[in-house]
């Protein structure tokens, strides 16, 4: 069975770092493209970053781009967010996703999806 497991979410002051982690297992993990979403209370849940299965091919949303940057480490079945300079805005659960597919495409399609974890930034 697949599994994706987040970590590294908690709180941090507005300007701070956060680097989340998902760890994945049941599957070749170097076959699909995997993203980050995050969801904030009271809103629909939304793209934020994917790599492709290579880990050459990055994607952002507008609002974190030039201050998250996506990877993936494919011998450690892992997929990384490094978030800088982060904003009360960024206050959601992220989620890990992974894709079928080993490119990115404009239309996620997902197969499975973590737990999530929550990232606070406080002003």
């Known amino acids: 069975q697949v599994q994706l497991l987040e970590s590294g979410g908690g709180l941090v002051q507005a300007g701070g770092s956060l680097r989340l982690s998902c760890v994945a297992s049941?599957?070749?993990?170097?076959?699909?493209?995997m993203g980050w979403f995050r969801q904030a209370p009271g809103e629909d849940r939304k793209f934020v970053a994917a790599?492709?299965?290579?880990?050459?091919?990055?994607y952002y949303a507008g609002v974190v781009k030039g201050r998250f940057t996506v990877s993936r480490d494919n011998d450690k079945d892992t997929m990384y967010l490094q978030m800088n300079n982060l904003k009360p805005d960024d206050t959601a659960v992220y989620y890990c996703?992974?894709?079928?597919?080993?490119?990115?495409?404009?239309?996620?399609?997902?197969?499975?999806w973590g737990q999530g974890t929550r990232v606070t930034v406080s002003s």
């Open positions: 996703v992974s894709d079928h597919r080993a490119e990115v495409y404009s239309t996620w399609e997902a197969d499975y």
């Open positions: 790599v492709n299965s290579a880990g050459d091919k990055t």
């Open positions: 049941g599957r070749s993990f170097s076959g699909y493209a």
